[in-house]
C-alpha cells in the first residue's frame, strides 16, 4: 500500500467516527494535514494523474495522455516540467488563490519540477479575464510589492523553496520584432477573440487594445521558453492556454498539456466568484476566528466543492461524509466545523483551528440573538408591504440584489427565528416566499408552527430583528 494509501485507511476509520467530539476531529485534522508533507513519487503515473485530475475541471488532451507523460519522464529519469503564470496583481491575496498552488503541491511532492512564470511583463499588459474594462498596468514596485506579499500568503499551501522561479521578462523584453511577427503570423485572430469577455466587451462597444490581444501570445511564449510539459490555469484562462499549445507547435516542440482549476465560489452563496471586490472572500491573512466563522456561514452545498478546493481528502473520503449526511447519521453542521478547521489549521496550525473551533462553540452555544447586541430592525408596519427579498436588499442591505436574495432562499439560507424563553424555533422561507410581501408571509409562517415570541429574519449569516407581527 502507498503512503496515501495508508493516511486514508487510517482517515477513514476517524471519519466513520463521531465528528462532533473535539478528539475524533483533532486526531483527523492532523492526519490529513500531514497529507500537504506528504511524499507521493510512490504512486503509479496512473494514479499520479488521476490525483491531479481529481481537482481539475480539465485536462487536455486527456488523463490517459497525463500518465502516459508522467511515465516516460519516469523512465528517461526526470519529471515533468509544470507550468503556472503569476501576473502579481495585488498584494493582499484570498483562499481563492490558493487552489492551483494546493494542486502544484501534489506536482511537487510526485517528484516533478515545478516552475512559476512571474509575470513582469505581462502584468504590464494587463489581461482583462473577467473585467469588463482594461486592467490598469502596474509598475516594476508594484510588481516585486505584490510578489511579496503573495508569497509570504500562499507560503502554507506550497513550498516555494523548491520551484524555480522565471520572470518572463528574461525573453520577452528583448524578443525581437521579427520574431515576435513571425509567432504573431501563425496565431489566427479569431482565436484570440473567442473569449467571451472580448466578445462582450466588442460586442457593447468598449476599447480592446492590441496590447490585450498580444497577450495569451506573451503567456504562450513562456510555455515555448522553459518547454514546458503541463500548464495550470483556472478554467477562464483556457483559450490563453490553447494559444501555448499552438505557440509551442510553432516552436517545433511538442505542445503542452493543460490542467485547468475551478472558480471558487464566494462565501455568501450567491453564485459569484470569490473576489474581493464582491466582499465573498477569505484573506489568508485573517485571524483563525475570522476564517473559522466565514467556513461556518457558508451554504451547505459549498462544502463538496470546499472540501475538494482547500484539503487533501480523497473524493472517496468526500463521498462517505456526504453518504453520512444523506442518512442521518453526521450533522451537516459537524461536517461544517470539519471544513473550517481544515482551513484554519492549513493556516494558522491545528492548534489555533482547535482553539477557533472551542470559540465558535462557546460563541453560539447561547442560541440567544438577544445577546448578540444591537441587530438592525425591520418594522413591518412600515415595509410589511414589499417582498421579503426586496427588504432583503433595500431596506436591510443585507444582499446586493433581490434576485441574490432569492438565491439565498433557494439554498435553504432564508429563515425566521423565533425565541422564546425556551430557546429557538426555526421555519425555512422557500424562494417562492422570498418574492411575497413580508407582512404576509411572517404572520402566516407563525401561524403555521404555533410560534410565539421575539422574530427575527436570518439571511445566511445576517440577523434582523422583525418588528410589528
Not at 483562499?95 to 506536482?107: A, K, N
Not at 472517496?316 to 442518512?327: F, G, H, N, Q, Y
Given at each position: 500500500?502507498?503512503?496515501?494509501?495508508?493516511?486514508?485507511q487510517?482517515?477513514?476509520?476517524?471519519l466513520?467516527q463521531d465528528?462532533s467530539?473535539?478528539?475524533?476531529?483533532?486526531?483527523?485534522?492532523?492526519e490529513?494535514?500531514?497529507r500537504?508533507?506528504?511524499?507521493?513519487?510512490?504512486?503509479?503515473?496512473?494514479e499520479?494523474?488521476?490525483?491531479?485530475?481529481?481537482?481539475?475541471v480539465?485536462?487536455?488532451p486527456?488523463?490517459?495522455e497525463?500518465?502516459?507523460r508522467?511515465g516516460?519522464?519516469r523512465?528517461?529519469?526526470?519529471?515533468?516540467?509544470?507550468?503556472?503564470?503569476?501576473d502579481?496583481?495585488?498584494?493582499d491575496?484570498h483562499?481563492?488563490?490558493?487552489?492551483?498552488?494546493?494542486?502544484?503541491?501534489?506536482?511537487q511532492r510526485?517528484g516533478?519540477?515545478v516552475?512559476l512564470?512571474?509575470?513582469d511583463?505581462?502584468?504590464k499588459?494587463?489581461?482583462?479575464s473577467g473585467?469588463?474594462?482594461e486592467r490598469?498596468?502596474?509598475?516594476?514596485?508594484?510588481?516585486?510589492?505584490?510578489?511579496?506579499g503573495?508569497r509570504?500568503q500562499?507560503?502554507?499551501?506550497f513550498?516555494?523553496?523548491?520551484v524555480?522561479?522565471?520572470?518572463n521578462s528574461?525573453?520577452?523584453?528583448?524578443i525581437?520584432?521579427?520574431?515576435l511577427?513571425?509567432?504573431?503570423?501563425?496565431v489566427?485572430a479569431?482565436?484570440?477573440?473567442?473569449?467571451?469577455d472580448?466578445?462582450n466587451r466588442?460586442a457593447a462597444?468598449?476599447g480592446?487594445?492590441?496590447?490585450?490581444?498580444?497577450?495569451?501570445?506573451?503567456?504562450?511564449?513562456?510555455?515555448?521558453?522553459?518547454?514546458?510539459?503541463?500548464?495550470?490555469g483556472?478554467?477562464?484562462?483556457?483559450?490563453n492556454?490553447?494559444?501555448?499549445?499552438?505557440?509551442?507547435?510553432?516552436?517545433?516542440?511538442r505542445?503542452?498539456?493543460?490542467?485547468?482549476?475551478?472558480l471558487?465560489?464566494?462565501?455568501?452563496?450567491?453564485?459569484?466568484?470569490?473576489?474581493?471586490s464582491?466582499?465573498?472572500?477569505?484573506?489568508?491573512?485573517?485571524?483563525?476566528d475570522?476564517?473559522?466563522?466565514?467556513?461556518m456561514s457558508?451554504?451547505?452545498?459549498?462544502?463538496?466543492?470546499?472540501?475538494?478546493a482547500?484539503t487533501?481528502?480523497t473524493d472517496?473520503?468526500?463521498?462517505?461524509?456526504?453518504?453520512?449526511?444523506?442518512?442521518g447519521?453526521?450533522h451537516p453542521?459537524?461536517?461544517?466545523?470539519?471544513?473550517?478547521g481544515e482551513?484554519?489549521?492549513?493556516?494558522?496550525?491545528?492548534?489555533a483551528?482547535?482553539?477557533a473551533?472551542?470559540g465558535?462553540?462557546?460563541?453560539?452555544s447561547?442560541?440567544s440573538?438577544?445577546?448578540?447586541?444591537?441587530l438592525?430592525?425591520?418594522?413591518?408596519a412600515?415595509?410589511?408591504?414589499?417582498?421579503?427579498a426586496?427588504?432583503l436588499a433595500?431596506?436591510?442591505?443585507?444582499?446586493?440584489?433581490?434576485?441574490?436574495?432569492?438565491r439565498?432562499a433557494?439554498?435553504?439560507?432564508l429563515?425566521?427565528?423565533?425565541?422564546?424563553?425556551?430557546?429557538?424555533?426555526?421555519v425555512?422561507l422557500?424562494?417562492?416566499?422570498?418574492l411575497?410581501?413580508?407582512?404576509e408571509?411572517?404572520p402566516e409562517?407563525?401561524?403555521?408552527?404555533g410560534a410565539?415570541?421575539?422574530?427575527?429574519l436570518k439571511?445566511?449569516?445576517?440577523?434582523?430583528?422583525?418588528?410589528?407581527v
Open positions: 500500500m502507498t503512503r496515501l494509501g495508508d493516511s486514508v487510517r482517515a477513514g476509520e476517524l466513520a465528528l467530539s473535539d478528539e475524533t476531529v483533532e486526531r483527523l485534522l492532523v490529513t494535514g500531514a500537504r508533507y506528504l511524499d507521493l513519487t510512490d504512486l503509479s503515473a496512473r499520479q494523474a488521476e490525483l491531479i485530475a481529481g481537482r481539475a480539465d485536462v487536455l486527456s488523463v490517459e497525463l500518465a502516459e508522467i516516460a519522464a523512465e528517461a529519469g526526470r519529471g515533468l516540467t509544470v507550468k503556472l503564470g503569476i502579481p496583481t495585488a498584494a491575496v483562499l481563492g488563490h490558493t487552489v492551483p498552488m494546493i494542486v502544484l503541491s501534489r506536482f510526485m516533478h519540477d516552475t512564470i512571474i509575470g511583463i505581462t502584468a499588459i494587463g489581461d482583462p473585467r469588463s474594462s490598469p498596468p502596474l509598475t516594476d514596485e508594484d510588481i516585486a510589492r505584490n510578489l511579496a503573495y509570504d500562499v507560503r502554507p499551501f513550498d516555494f523553496e523548491r524555480r522561479f522565471r520572470h528574461e525573453w520577452l523584453a528583448r525581437a520584432l521579427p520574431k511577427i513571425g509567432i504573431l503570423a501563425q489566427p479569431s482565436s484570440l477573440l473567442q473569449r467571451e472580448f466578445r466588442l462597444g468598449h480592446l487594445t492590441m496590447s490585450e490581444l498580444i497577450y495569451p501570445v506573451a503567456m504562450a511564449i513562456d510555455s515555448a521558453e522553459i518547454e514546458a510539459d503541463v500548464e495550470l483556472g478554467v477562464d484562462q483556457l483559450l492556454m490553447q494559444t501555448g499549445r499552438k505557440v509551442m507547435e510553432i516552436y517545433g516542440q505542445p503542452q498539456m493543460i490542467v485547468t482549476m475551478p471558487i465560489e464566494g462565501t455568501d452563496g450567491s453564485g459569484a466568484k470569490m473576489s474581493k464582491k466582499g465573498n472572500y477569505i484573506a489568508l491573512n485573517a485571524s483563525a475570522d476564517v473559522f466563522g466565514k467556513i457558508i451554504p451547505d452545498r459549498l462544502m463538496a466543492p470546499y472540501l475538494r482547500w487533501e481528502w472517496t473520503e468526500i463521498d462517505l461524509v456526504a453518504e453520512r449526511i444523506e442518512k447519521t453526521l453542521m459537524d461536517l461544517k466545523k470539519v471544513l473550517a482551513v484554519v489549521a492549513a493556516l494558522h496550525g491545528v492548534e483551528a482547535m482553539a473551533r472551542a465558535f462553540t462557546a460563541q453560539f447561547r442560541k440573538f438577544a445577546d448578540v447586541g444591537s438592525p430592525v425591520v418594522d413591518a412600515e415595509h410589511g408591504g414589499k417582498g421579503i426586496a427588504v433595500t431596506v436591510l442591505e443585507f444582499t446586493p440584489s433581490a434576485s441574490a436574495a432569492r439565498v433557494k439554498q435553504n439560507g429563515r425566521l427565528v423565533v425565541e422564546t424563553g425556551q430557546g429557538q424555533e426555526t425555512v422557500s424562494e417562492a416566499e422570498a411575497r410581501p413580508l407582512g408571509v411572517v409562517k407563525l401561524a403555521e408552527a410565539s415570541g421575539t422574530v427575527y439571511a445566511g449569516r445576517k440577523v434582523a430583528e422583525v418588528r410589528g
